[in-house]
């Protein structure tokens, strides 16, 4: 199990390297996401309950289970940061959190517009609704960190210990969500109440949809480390002429 | 033993000190906290039948928001004459520093809830003698003590110090906030349904883990 963990990170990180991989990523996740249109809106069958509302689901819940995919990864890469020292490692936490920040924002969305028809209402205190919530709250935190930091090794530290303490804070919050929940009892169904049934079809197109974007979510995280690489070139190269051209 | 905790106690005593001679960070907190209840008063209306559900939320927005001012100050005041690398550079582990300035946050924040506390109960109607509720704010305060130094500790290095501390801290102790309003519901005879012997362990446990994490991260934020 660390193996395998290990073994992606690394091979994210290689693929953010390589120029090569990145646009065979492009291309595959764009071919996957047309394909997953068309499954989830043609293929997939209409909910007998919840009507077509419901294909908001296959776009929903893997792009929610993604951020929290992301925000792992910010965690892990934090931790070996901090160990390593190493910038690639802080470049992945920052890819990582930045599309964590976009999924989860679009989750929070799609969430908002699903809970309108099915709950009838556009919000509620529901624990899983409020941790995302709070999630976003800690990585839009974490992203200002970096932008506010006096200096790069700074902000570079100070993002890591964000990534680590929000992330190790999240299953408190769970729980303290669902506890203090249990005072009002919830006068609605929770998203995956329905979760029995779900016929074969539907099953197979959410895995779909997983992979889908699963590879997508792999392509920004690599394409924004490499624009991530070049930045920093970019500044070194900048630093130098400033510093040939002083001597001169 | 004692040469791990006398730099704490050492610590401790300076700011104490610096407390007791300038004596502008307890006053200017403590007003800010009644004024938030006082402004929560007149925004809810709060009627007598509504104590119980209402008087333990006013009680630690006020608490919360109070400690988040003081936490401010706490690495502003380190800060001013160059005083936080004067400390740095002491022969004392950062785990000592780390704690030293949270034991003093800490015992600052207590005092100031401890003076409020009976103000508060005047003002808003509810018994404060409960050994739930003595037992909630200490848990409470040391995780608000513990997470905001360490929050403090970076914010005082960015550009916008004031209002990055919030940001970092609210989410991330949010649940000690839920946890000690539900307790301090049931202190002043409100009901919940999970009762206390899930909150308290849950700050127990909130306090634990990051008085384990903290000082760790807190000597790699420090390092330079």
């Given at each position: ?6 073994a992606s990170?690394?091979t ?8 090569r991989?990145?646009h ?14 068309y ?7 209409t ?6 509302v ?6 929903h819940?893997p ?11 910010v965690?892990?890469?934090?931790v ?20 964590g920040?976009v ?17 009838n ?9 409020t941790t995302?919530?709070i999630?976003?709250?800690?990585y ?5 960190i ?18 680590i ?19 009002h009892p ?24 997983f ?10 995280v ?27 | 033993?004692t ?25 200017s907190v ?5 004024l938030?209840?006082?402004i ?11 104590i ?6 006013i ?20 800060r ?16 000592a520093?780390?704690?030293g300035?949270a ?17 508060f109960?005047?003002?808003?109607g ?8 003595a ?10 003590a ?12 960015t550009?916008?110090?004031?209002l990055?501390?919030p940001v970092l801290?609210?989410p ?10 539900q307790?301090?519901?049931?202190a ?18 909130f ?10 991260v ?7």
């Open positions: 199990m660390r193996t395998i963990v290990w990170l690394d994210l990180i290689a693929i953010g390297g390589n120029y991989a990145r065979v990523l492009l291309v595959l996740a764009g071919l996957l996401m047309l394909a997953d249109l499954l989830m809106l043609m293929v997939a069958p909910d007998s309950v919840l009507g077509q419901q294909r908001i689901f296959y776009f819940v792009i929610a289970v993604m951020s929290f995919l992301a925000f792992f990864v965690f892990l890469a934090s070996v940061f901090l160990v390593r020292r190493s910038p690639v490692w802080d470049r992945l936490a920052h890819a990582s959190a930045e599309v920040v999924f989860v924002t679009l989750a929070l969305i799609t969430g908002v517009i699903w809970a309108r028809p099915i709950w209402t556009w919000w509620t205190w529901e624990p899983r609704l995302t919530l999630l976003w709250l800690i839009v935190a974490y992203l200002m970096r932008s506010y930091a006096p200096s790069r090794p700074q902000a570079q530290i100070y993002a890591a210990v964000v990534g303490v929000g992330f190790v804070d999240v299953p408190i919050v769970y729980y303290s969500v669902i506890w203090w929940r249990s005072i919830s006068p609605v169904v929770g998203p995956l109440a329905g979760d029995g049934a779900l016929n074969s079809t539907m099953f197979a197109v959410l895995l779909f949809s992979l889908t974007f699963l590879v997508f979510f792999t392509y920004l690599a394409e924004r480390m490499a624009i991530m690489d070049s930045e920093d070139r970019l500044r070194q190269v900048r630093l130098s002429l400033r510093r040939s051209q002083g001597q001169t | 033993m040469a791990f905790f006398q730099p704490i106690l050492v610590l401790l005593w300076k700011d104490i000190l610096l407390e007791v001679r300038s004596k502008d960070l307890v006053i403590g007003v800010f906290g009644l938030v209840a006082v929560f008063n007149f925004a809810l209306n709060v009627s007598p039948q509504q119980t559900s209402l008087a333990p939320g009680l630690w927005v006020a608490y919360s928001f109070a400690g988040v001012l003081a936490m401010n100050r706490t690495f502003m005041r380190e001013e004459q160059g005083g936080l690398e004067g400390l740095l550079l002491t022969p004392v582990s950062r785990d520093i780390f704690l300035k034991m003093a946050s800490f015992s600052f924040m207590l005092l100031v809830e401890v003076v409020l506390l009976p103000v109960a005047v003002l808003l509810f018994s404060i003698l409960s050994w739930t509720l037992v909630t704010i200490v848990l409470a305060t040391l995780g608000f513990v997470v905001g130094t360490l929050f403090s500790a970076i914010a005082v290095q550009r916008s110090r004031e990055m501390l801290f609210f991330v102790i949010l649940p000690v906030i839920i946890g000690a309003v307790l301090t519901t049931v002043v005879g409100g009901e919940i349904s999970v009762g206390l012997n899930r909150w308290l362990p849950l700050l127990g446990i306090d634990a883990l990051f008085l384990v994490i903290c000082p760790w807190f000597s790699v934020v420090t390092e330079e």
